[in-house]
């Protein structure tokens, strides 16, 4: 296992389109996490699952953000109509439930232009 | 709600120097915190961690100091070398889920 895989790593896209990112988590790791980052901020946190079940989400995340983890193995992550205060970097995380410590992805950077 | 804070946005150290990057934080019932490493283009790295129930942690190169009283952590990085060039995040666990509340970050550059 290399770690946690993200993808894309770029992503351009105009305003008020739909994008999906994917996130592979550490394979015997139940816990997955989402986190955003802007430039020169340290990461946010968004959401994140205990299996499928997704446990907690951040007043960060609005309507137009979606997460899922259908299967407890990756997770997906959609923001639809997108705005340009979207433009971030997508971090997921990764754990034990009984391990604090996280894994993070090279994250995927969104674009909105 | 939690808040960290780091006290300088930039250090800048020669080769060999030892390096300390300092922390604040908001709620005195965090009872773990880490340190993260970032470089430019990647997602945050696993330095070292420590617990309310210490004051001190020793790993490779690192230290990490508690003072819970002041609220306030710190990392010693000893010899820094280039490659320790990058951000450095100290992180709260907040509440349950292990969710982690990040500080702004420290850039940390090493002048040969």
């Known amino acids: 296992d290399t770690g946690v895989s993200q993808d894309p790593r770029h992503k351009i896209t105009k305003r008020g389109q739909n994008v999906t990112f994917r996130c592979d988590p550490i394979?015997?790791?139940?816990?997955l996490y989402w986190y955003r980052q802007t430039l020169g901020q340290g990461p946010e946190f968004l959401t994140y699952?205990?299996?499928?079940?997704?446990?907690?989400k951040s007043r960060l995340l609005s309507d137009r953000f979606s997460a899922e983890r259908p299967k407890g193995s990756f997770s997906t992550l959609e923001i639809q109509r997108t705005e340009q205060g979207d433009s971030a970097m997508y971090l997921c995380?990764?754990?034990?439930?009984?391990?604090?410590?996280?894994?993070f992805g090279q994250g995927t950077r969104l674009t909105v232009v | 709600g939690e808040s960290v804070g780091l006290h300088l946005p930039t250090l800048s150290v020669q080769e060999g120097d030892n390096s300390i990057i300092n922390c604040a934080y908001s709620?005195?019932?965090?009872?773990?915190f880490i340190w993260y490493k970032q470089e430019s283009g990647k997602g945050p790295q696993f330095i070292i961690d420590?617990?309310?129930?210490?004051d001190k942690r020793q790993g490779q190169r690192v230290t990490v100091l508690l003072n819970k009283t002041v609220k306030h952590l710190s990392l010693q990085i000893a010899a820094t070398q280039p490659g320790d060039s990058a951000v450095y995040f100290c992180?709260?666990?907040?509440?349950?889920?292990?969710?982690?509340?990040f500080g702004t970050g420290t850039q940390l550059k090493v002048e040969l």
């Open positions: 995380a990764s754990s034990l439930p009984e391990d604090t410590e996280a894994f």
């Open positions: 394979s015997e790791h139940n816990r």
């Open positions: 699952f205990q299996n499928e079940a997704q446990l907690e």
């Open positions: 709620n005195s019932a965090s009872d773990y």
């Open positions: 420590i617990r309310s129930n210490m």
């Open positions: 992180a709260v666990v907040t509440g349950g889920g292990n969710k982690l509340t």
